[in-house]
């Protein structure tokens, strides 16, 4: 991450080049990021498209940074929310992307768990995460996806750190719940049908 | 060390449900970023609770499956969107070095004049101070009003001066040349005269002192005349032929700065100010005294050329709004014959 920062001082200092160059280096993570709010590909590219233009007429009063990424993941959030509350849409936020051949993903195919069982699984992944708050969800995506440590998503989010945990803990709580239902209906559909 | 320290406080997964390993963080680092050492650990706890592979195996996916999830391609053009935000940037700069930077050495330059031009106003100000002054032309008033809200009215082809800065600890004082009416503002509080209070005119080689009066001062060809209408008004005069004379409501004098001398005003004092007015009351005015008038206030020149007639008079209120109206009426009622050039009057008997 160093690099990044490199660049982040180069653009700073009114250099066009390396703001390309985060541009280049932040499309596809920020698109799909900003995906999970809105399936709406000309919102995001609004969004992007304020976000650098912004960054640029405020280059000079921008600081240097821990993370170049987290910066723009929170510069952009507030962006794209502001755009999405103008629009009057719900703040919404989906984790897991239907349609999507998991065992290729996960190189499962020749392993363990069959493909059937797989499809299962992200059923109840699916099912549960529905379960949750959009907040949860993001947060889920930040931990999962993101890798990122809980301190960086209360600050990207602006969170207390310890409201941040209370989140997860709430999410987790939703999916064990709304598990242990799915789990009980499994284990009576098949011993309904030993019983055949 | 991963190994040893998760050992040492090995948790008892003996509860653990999917759910439960999918939120360890121990369990999330192993899956994201594990090592051959946290592969043993996982694969010593796998032995040791055989029944929680199955649990162990989902929760692995979930966070698998959320993780590995490849990122949404957009239809969305890349470069193009860059292009988009290259040519707005390239606006804005452009705007910038058009507009915002010339308009901020504008800015830059207007301040500098403005400073420039307040100092000069502060300067001249600065030169300016103690003295104010009007001065009226020929057969115009004026009316001033000072800065303690006393009132002065000027006549024709008269001026007064006074210092500007009148600060409440010292006599305001008023320099006049020609003819004023004044009214005088009291400042007085009642019980409490103080020096400070008193309103000073310094008029020839008079200075009269007031306070809260109405009165009319008349400036010409070396005479004085001061009428008082309301108040008290003390003449002095100091040096050479030195005396004090404190006037009474009703009061007119006449004083003569050649002969240094004071003498009781045969005309009132109404009649005196009757100029404020617009009227010229003819009462104790001698011909000659009018035509003094139409030359001192109205800026004629007047050649007599019948001299007994100098000293006839008339009665009565004529408008002096302007000359002709006071020079109708001293044709018809002294029959005078009245030959105009320019500013030249040469007045003889019919």
Known sequence: ?196 | MYLITAMEQQQDYSQYTTTTFFSDEQFIRHVLNGDETTAAYWDLIAKQYPEKMAVMEEARVWILMINKQPAYQPAADRSALWSKINSEISAYEYNQQRYYRPLKIAAKWAGSIAATLLLFIIIREWAAQGERSYSTDFGKHEQIVLPDESVITLNGNSGISYSRTWRSDKPREIWLQGEAFFEVKHVAIRNRLQQSDSFHVHVSDLELTVLGTRFNVKNRRNMTEISLLEGRLRIEKTGKGAFVKTLKPGDAFIYDSTKQQLKDLERKPQVNKAWTNNEMDLDGYTLQEILNVLEDTYGYEITLKTPQLAQRRLTGTIPATNAEDILFVLKKVFNLKIDQKGNHLIISQN
């Open chain 1, 1 to 196: 991450m160093r690099e990044d920062k490199v660049i982040w001082d180069a653009f700073r200092y009114g250099d066009e080049s390396s703001l390309k160059v985060i541009f280049d280096q932040y499309y596809t993570p920020l698109f799909n990021y900003g995906h999970k709010f809105s399936q709406d590909d000309h919102l995001i590219e609004d969004a992007l498209q304020d976000l650098f233009v912004k960054l640029w007429k405020n280059r000079n009063n921008i600081k240097e940074t821990e993370s170049v990424k987290n910066y723009l993941y929170k510069s952009f959030r507030r962006v794209l929310l502001r755009k999405l509350d103008v629009q009057q849409r719900k703040y919404n936020f989906t984790v897991l992307e239907q349609g999507l051949d998991w065992s290729q993903e996960l190189g499962y195919d020749q392993t363990l768990i069959s493909r059937e069982r797989l499809e299962n699984i992200r059923k109840n992944l699916a099912l549960a995460l529905e379960k949750m708050s959009p907040r949860q969800r993001e947060i889920i995506h930040l931990r999962y996806y993101e890798e990122m440590e809980y301190e960086e998503i209360a600050e990207l989010m602006q969170l207390s750190v310890s409201s941040t945990y209370k989140l997860v803990y709430k999410a987790i709580d939703t999916l064990r719940n709304h598990l242990s239902r799915t789990d009980l209906l499994l284990l009576s559909t098949l011993l309904s049908l030993k019983k055949i």
